[in-house]
C-alpha cells in the first residue's frame, strides 16, 4: 500500500505561481513513475504531468513551458511547479503513484484545489 499526501495548492492571481507537493508513504521502493491529475467542475482527469523513477517527464500540451514536475526519491516527494497560471488550470489537483508488483497498482491522493482568479 502508498499513501499520497498533497499540499500546496489555494487561491492565485492570473500569471501567478504556486508549487504543489505530493508526499508518499508506505510501500514506496517499488514505485515506478509519480505524477499530477486535474479535474475541473463538469471535465474529466486529465494528466498535468508524471515523472518516472530514472527522471523522464511528459507533460500535458496545454502546461508545458509552464510547469515542471520534479521528484526528490530520498524524500519520496513529487512536485509541480506551477508558473504563469491561468483561470483555465482552475481545479482540483491529484497526485498519482504507479507501483510496480505482478502489475501496476494506481494510487490517488485526495486532492489540493488550485483557484486561478483575480
Known amino acids: 500500500q502508498v499513501q499520497l499526501v498533497e499540499s500546496g495548492g489555494g487561491l492565485v492571481q492570473p500569471g501567478g505561481s504556486l508549487r504543489l507537493s505530493c508526499v508518499a508513504s508506505g510501500s514506496t521502493i517499488n514505485i515506478v513513475a509519480m505524477g499530477w491529475y486535474r479535474q475541473a467542475p463538469g471535465k474529466q482527469r486529465e494528466l498535468v504531468a508524471d515523472i518516472t523513477s530514472g527522471g523522464s517527464t511528459n507533460y500535458a500540451d496545454s502546461v508545458k513551458g509552464r510547469f515542471t514536475i520534479s521528484r526528490d526519491n530520498a524524500k519520496n516527494t513529487v512536485y509541480l511547479q506551477m508558473n504563469s497560471l491561468k483561470p483555465e488550470d482552475t481545479a482540483v489537483y491529484y497526485c498519482?503513484?504507479?507501483?510496480?508488483?505482478?502489475?501496476?497498482?494506481?494510487?490517488w491522493g485526495q486532492g489540493t484545489q488550485v483557484t486561478v482568479s483575480s
Open positions: 498519482n503513484a504507479d507501483e510496480e508488483r505482478l502489475a501496476i497498482i494506481t494510487y
